[in-house]
């Protein structure tokens, strides 16, 4: 049984650490590049090219919002994920919005806590992808969360193109994906969701049309 918690807890350990290194960078990036910002400001208001000036400020303001603002989901780890997944969103042009409800009251040991990073993770980084394929201007993802009643649920959804009804169950399977197989798209993601959850008497569902994508998690507390 230690051996297990230990295997799960690593694994999920090296999605966290992954996103919290891609959050890092772009802030030393981001502090990097200061006195470039700055010197562009200047040449701008010099130039007395104020438009270009103000937008290009917005952008600034836009990027540090993202970097610097605290997330607090009363889980310690879903919180760090949300903020590294922001930073994502943000360096890729993706509208990403959250509304997950305070979890103050769920009763989670560690290893279904790092579990639930796992299935979250995964589902947004399928929704970023599926975003990211379409020609759409605006490229959104939504997750929600919330306690109801006994259980714990989560949405994620996102703008792309839609699953067609036939393959609404193959996108479970291991190794199936819509995608071209490579190193950073095995086919995994979503197989290893459905086991994590089957594994606690969780579920999992999928609506798809042409504006919307979701896939919705219940998970027993």
Excluded: C
């Excluded at 701008?44 to 610097?68: C, F, H, P, R």
Aim: aromatic share 6%.
């Amino acid at each position: 049984l230690n051996r297990r918690t230990e295997a799960v807890a690593q694994s999920v350990q090296n999605v966290y650490l992954e996103n919290i290194d891609a959050l890092f960078n772009s802030i030393k990036e981001q502090r990097h590049d200061f006195n470039n910002h700055v010197n562009t400001i200047q040449l701008l208001v010099k130039m007395k090219k104020y438009e270009d000036q103000s937008a290009y400020t917005a952008e600034l303001v836009g990027e540090s919002i993202a970097m610097n603002q605290i997330i607090n989901i009363n889980l310690p780890a879903m919180s760090a994920l949300i903020q590294a997944k922001m930073t994502q969103a943000y360096d890729r042009k993706i509208k990403f919005e959250y509304d997950i409800a305070n979890l103050k009251s769920i009763q989670f040991g560690t290893v279904k806590s790092t579990e639930l990073v796992k299935i979250v993770s995964n589902l947004i980084d399928n929704a970023f992808d599926a975003v990211l394929e379409t020609d759409k201007p605006e490229k959104i993802v939504r997750i929600t969360g919330q306690i109801r009643g006994e259980q714990l649920t989560f949405n994620v959804g996102n703008n792309g193109n839609p699953i067609p009804d036939k393959l609404r169950q193959q996108i479970f399977e291991a190794g199936f994906s819509t995608k071209p197989l490579n190193r950073k798209n095995s086919g995994l993601g979503l197989a290893i969701v459905t086991k994590i959850l089957k594994k606690h008497r969780g579920i999992i569902m999928v609506e798809s049309d042409e504006n919307w994508t979701e896939f919705s998690v219940r998970l027993p507390m």
